[in-house]
């Protein structure tokens, strides 16, 4: 079970949003490259960077940033991307800079066959985010709530070949409320392919949730705000996500 720090990028800081708000943002660091390299220095073995702006905008907005990070961290930790990510022009860049994975979340929605030629362009390379209320997907940063079943378009997205889903609760996100488990659970049990989960990790009895269902296909954990503001120490989630993985393998 990969505990992955995540970088929100707004303006070339870094922030949390409280459910997506981007007027409700918390900034953390005025220095992305210092905080990937943090990040790395505390034992991370990935990283999750989102380009707020960049999301809202439907084009990059933070690339002095994002490369100002990848320039940290060079080779020795994967970085996943998103956020305005809309074409395969822009992907074919940031993967030549140094990102190892793009996360491609409103546009595999709205523009499903652009995200089966990234998928097909890009093998390895591309995740999905689906972000879900009730079940139900929304897009544009959470702003609209589509009549598409989060099940569904997974599995959809999942014969496409992308390399994970990541599902993010946008009901918990940035509210430390934990992890909605059930719905994680629910929903990585309908696919082969491997669930990332997102969206209100509070503290470590959620990381001991997350890895008692890991063998139903959840592979990572991504944390923002609990581990910000101190009520997750990342070297503490990763060190026992790791020995529970352990024992779930004995």
């Not at 990848?70 to 970085?79: E, F, L, Y």
């Not at 395969?88 to 491609?104: F, H, P, Q």
């Not at 009730?134 to 378009?153: C, F, I, Y």
Request: aromatic share 4%.
């Amino acid at each position: 079970m990969l505990i992955i720090p995540a970088i929100d990028l707004k303006d070339g800081k870094c922030v949390r949003l409280r459910q997506g708000v981007m007027d409700d943002a918390t900034v953390f660091s005025d220095d992305p490259g210092a905080m990937a390299s943090h990040w790395l220095a505390q034992g991370a073995r990935r990283l999750h960077v989102v380009d707020l702006n960049g999301a809202a905008a439907g084009r990059p907005k933070n690339e002095q940033a994002i490369r100002s990070i990848t320039a940290a961290v060079g080779d020795k930790m994967p970085i996943q991307l998103g956020g305005g990510i809309r074409d395969l022009d822009t992907i074919e860049k940031y993967l030549d800079a140094g990102v190892s994975y793009v996360v491609i979340g409103t546009a595999a929605v709205k523009t499903p066959g652009f995200l089966h030629d990234a998928c097909s362009a890009f093998t390895g390379h591309v995740l999905v985010a689906l972000d879900a209320k009730d079940g139900r997907v929304a897009v544009d940063g959470w702003s609209k709530m589509t009549g598409h079943d989060v099940v569904d378009l997974a599995k959809k997205f999942q014969d496409y070949g992308v390399e994970a889903i990541i599902y993010t609760d946008i009901g918990r996100d940035g509210m430390l409320t934990g992890v909605n488990i059930k719905a994680t659970v629910a929903l990585a049990r309908e696919l082969t392919a491997p669930v990332i989960a997102s969206g209100g990790i509070a503290n470590l009895d959620d990381v001991k949730a997350l890895c008692a269902v890991q063998s139903e296909g959840i592979v990572g954990a991504i944390t923002g705000r609990a581990v910000y503001q101190g009520t997750l120490s990342f070297a503490e989630a990763q060190k026992l996500a790791d020995k529970l993985s352990r024992k779930g393998e004995a």
